[in-house]
């Protein structure tokens, strides 16, 4: 009787531990399923996030001449002879020796400009700028884009309302790195002229990139 009662207790044993090793199958592939599920549920909404575009505003950059290595600014200002045909004329490099006066190269804009300019002649006022390719150059064309580059000039002593935009002419690029740019403004084509004795007083100057 001892002996068959052991067998008995053996069989449970041996049953108990097979239904153990059920139970941690079934949670192991009850985990297994339910990462599954969780991998299916991210897929999901990674296809649905959506990534912005930054828009673009416009820019105002340094005003100061001699832009470093890489900047984009101002490379010289010119007081010059009128021109009947600025889109032609000012797209083209222009020279010192041939203005009436123009910027001396010092860092700072807040200076009087070398030489002198002949009362009662008509003149335009011309500032040539860079741009690098980070604000002028669309990647997406891709190409310098003159639609990024803009100025603005105030002077009341020429009648030049508060921040009026310049007319402005591509000069020339340098490959995908730089590109120039002139701005000018004629006094609707009539050219600027000045009284003897007068000195006129250009009060701001902004270049600005759209990016």
Same mark, same amino acid.
């Given at each position: ?19 153990? $090793? %059920? ?13 599954? #599920? ?13 990534? !912005? ?13 001699? !832009? ?8 010289? +200002? ?6 009947? &045909?600025?889109?032609?004329?000012? $797209? ?11 910027? &001396?190269?010092? !860092? ?9 300019? !002949?009362?009662?002649?008509?003149? &335009?006022? #011309? +500032? ?17 884009? %003159? ?15 508060? &921040?009026?935009? %310049?007319?402005? +002419? ?8 730089? %590109?120039? +740019? ?6 609707? $084509? ?22």
């Amino acid at each position: 009787m001892i002996e068959k009662k052991e067998k008995v207790i053996n069989k449970r044993l041996l049953f108990g531990s097979i239904a153990v $090793a %059920m139970l941690v199958v079934g949670a192991t592939f009850g985990i297994v399923s339910i990462l599954s #599920v969780d991998n299916t549920i991210d897929e999901k909404i990674i296809e649905e996030i959506i990534i !912005p575009e930054k828009p673009r505003t416009w820019h105002e950059l340094g005003s100061d001449a001699s !832009p470093g290595a890489g900047d984009s600014g101002v490379i010289n +200002v010119y007081i010059y002879p009128h021109s009947a &045909d600025p889109g032609t004329d000012y $797209a083209t490099n222009l020279t010192e020796g041939a203005a009436y006066a123009h910027f &001396d190269g010092t !860092p700072s804009l807040d200076e009087a400009l070398d030489g002198n300019v !002949p009362y009662d002649t008509e003149f &335009d006022i #011309v +500032v040539r700028c860079r741009y690098n390719n980070t604000h002028a150059y669309n990647s997406t064309t891709p190409g310098w884009d %003159m639609t990024y580059v803009k100025a603005l000039m105030t002077c009341a002593d020429l009648s030049i309302g508060a &921040d009026t935009e %310049m007319s402005e +002419v591509q000069v020339a690029t340098a490959g995908t790195t730089y %590109m120039w +740019v002139q701005f000018y403004v004629n006094n609707a $084509a009539a050219g600027y002229t000045i009284a003897h004795g007068e000195t006129v007083n250009v009060t701001s100057f902004k270049q600005q990139a759209y990016y």
